[in-house]
């Protein structure tokens, strides 16, 4: 096991190479995810995203740790389930969205709280739209966490189009709240770098993936929305380049992790900044 990436950044990206509009076959993206486990940076590795969709009775994943992602509904989710774990993968959760934006999320929250009642040993990150109901849904969360469920939030903050990313303010806010009920949340979508950044070719301002890790360690020792805002703002690396190093020894608060299609970019991006030593110890 690599002891060279600190447990600050352990398991922070996932593996979602099989994610749309990805072309990798499945074999392909198992085979390259066991690559990636062999390699020195492992321990920065998530699971590997499995769209529900794919799964064939064929899908061979020995020992592979695997997550479940629903794009398919809320009650064909147990079937692939089961054929994650039929094809020796270790299941460690599911994601999937309760609701579309601007539709109510309790109906969908209330199908994978029964998903968690009938599988004691799924972890599921309910994906909630940055909308109406948001509040209303993670106290519906607490709840459940509380009832003994294993089921956590999780939000895209990214997409298509320019509503879909959250300002700093907004996604402050998000945080905080996950903070006060003590919830950790993934993230998807739009976390393309470490930094703060806009992308030239869209014109969208893309969170950086560790301006949200280091807002998360604001938020966790107490910070208020306006000072986690500032923090997720920064396009300066310092900064949060010397937070998080002053904090690389320590387990991550709240941030669960978040998907990117190649592993290596974060990685890379992490070694270049100070905060991984790139294979030497």
């Known amino acids: ?21 990805s072309p990798t076959g499945v074999a392909e993206a198992v085979a390259k ?13 998530g699971p590997l995203l499995v769209p529900a969709s794919l ?4 899908l061979t994943a020995p020992d592979v740790p695997l997550a479940l992602v629903g794009d398919v509904s809320v009650g064909a989710l147990p079937i692939a389930v089961d054929k994650l774990r039929a094809s020796g993968g270790r299941v ?15 109906p969908g929250l209330a199908g994978l709280r029964a998903l968690c009642q009938g599988d004691a040993d799924l972890l599921v990150y309910a994906e909630i739209p940055l909308s109406w109901g948001l509040l209303g849904a993670l106290d519906a969360l607490t709840e459940a966490r509380a009832a003994g469920l294993r089921i956590a939030p ?6 298509l189009a320019a509503e879909l990313f959250p300002t700093p303010v ?8 996950c903070r006060d009920r003590e919830l950790p949340f993934r993230l998807a979508a739009g976390l393309r770098h470490a930094i703060r950044h806009t992308d030239p070719e869209t014109g969208f301002t893309h969170h950086g993936f560790l301006n949200v890790l280091t807002a998360s360690i604001s938020a966790h020792d107490g910070g208020e929305v306006a000072e986690v805002a500032e923090v997720l703002a920064a396009t300066h690396p310092v900064p949060l380049v010397e937070a998080c190093r002053a904090r690389r020894g320590e387990p991550r608060p709240m941030f669960a992790g978040f998907g990117a299609v190649g592993v290596v970019e974060p990685l890379t991006e992490l070694v270049r900044l100070g905060l991984i030593n790139g294979g030497y110890e």
């Open 92 to 106: 460690l959760h599911i994601e999937a969205a309760v609701a579309r934006r601007g539709e109510d999320p309790q």
């Open 55 to 58: 799964i064939a009775a064929d």
């Open 33 to 45: 995810h066991d690559e990636h486990r062999a390699g020195w940076f492992a321990g920065l590795l």
């Open 170 to 177: 907004e996604l402050a806010a998000v945080l905080c709240a």
């Open 1 to 21: 096991m690599s002891t060279l990436v600190p447990p600050l950044f352990a398991g922070l990206v996932d593996d979602a190479s099989l994610l749309p509009p």
């Open 154 to 159: 999780k939000f895209r903050v990214g997409g």
